[in-house]
């Protein structure tokens, strides 16, 4: 029983497409989160969402759109795509009030050709 | 801005040799600390993780991490290292449980026979 998924887990596409990636998680959690990991392993935030509202949003380009339907989803939608773009992105929530740590998924590794 | 450093990309030790990761951080808040293990083509996995309380913290995997503020370090170590231990490891701070993560740079490690 995956706490916190993602699909697809690779996704090719070609430079200019506009393609998406979902997350859901099914651990109540209020807070998800959007990671971007490079091809050197460094892991940057990009966006989180409380309970469906923005609240951080990490200097990330605009052809980048997070939308939130629920607090169970947290969706990535990228326009335009650029070969600097290709990536593992990870999907991850956590609890906004208890002592608990985030969980991730299992990443979407993005390849712009 | 919180920042973590962790020293040396790639650490190689022998099966049964201790396994040591330096982390530092730097955080204008007392600091929420995390280890995060990441084995190929998967999600991250917390190893441990301090909060409050006991400084010597022990997580899964027979690792175990201490705090120590005077030194604004985490490091993160483990008596025996296992063939099944290689992995890319990441330190991370936040200012809460429920908040964002600042990760170091990651660390891999490659356990030798």
């Known amino acids: 029983d995956t706490a916190v998924s993602q699909t697809p887990k690779y996704l090719v596409t070609q430079m200019g497409n506009d393609k998406s990636i979902k997350c859901e998680q099914n651990?109540?959690?209020?807070?998800m989160y959007w990671y971007k990991q490079d091809s050197k392993k460094f892991l940057k935030i990009m966006f989180s969402?409380?309970?469906?509202?923005?609240?951080i949003n990490e200097t990330v380009p605009n052809r980048f759109s997070p939308k939130s339907p629920d607090k169970a989803h947290l969706n990535l939608h990228i326009n335009s795509l650029e070969l600097g773009d290709s990536a593992v992105y990870f999907c991850?929530?956590?609890?906004?009030?208890?002592?608990?740590?985030?969980?991730f998924g299992q990443g979407t590794r993005l390849t712009v050709v | 801005a919180q920042s973590v450093t962790q020293l040396g990309s790639h650490v190689s030790v022998s099966e049964g040799a201790l396994v040591l990761l330096r982390c530092n951080y730097s955080?204008?808040?007392?600091?929420?600390l995390f280890w995060y293990v990441q084995y190929p083509n998967q999600g991250l996995q917390l190893l441990l993780k301090?909060?409050?309380?006991?400084?010597l913290v022990k997580g899964i995997n027979g690792f175990e991490a201490e705090f120590k503020k005077s030194e604004t370090s985490f490091h993160l170590t483990k008596p025996s290292a296992h063939m099944s231990d290689a992995a890319e490891y990441f330190c991370?701070?936040?200012?809460?449980?429920?908040?964002?993560?600042?990760f170091g740079g990651g660390t891999r490690v490659l356990v030798k026979p």
């Open positions: 991850a929530s956590s609890p906004r009030d208890v002592d608990t740590e985030a969980f």
């Open positions: 651990l109540g959690h209020d807070t």
């Open positions: 969402y409380n309970n469906k509202e923005l609240i």
């Open positions: 955080s204008s808040v007392p600091p929420y």
């Open positions: 991370a701070v936040s200012k809460a449980a429920g908040n964002k993560l600042t």
């Open positions: 301090y909060t409050t309380g006991a400084t």
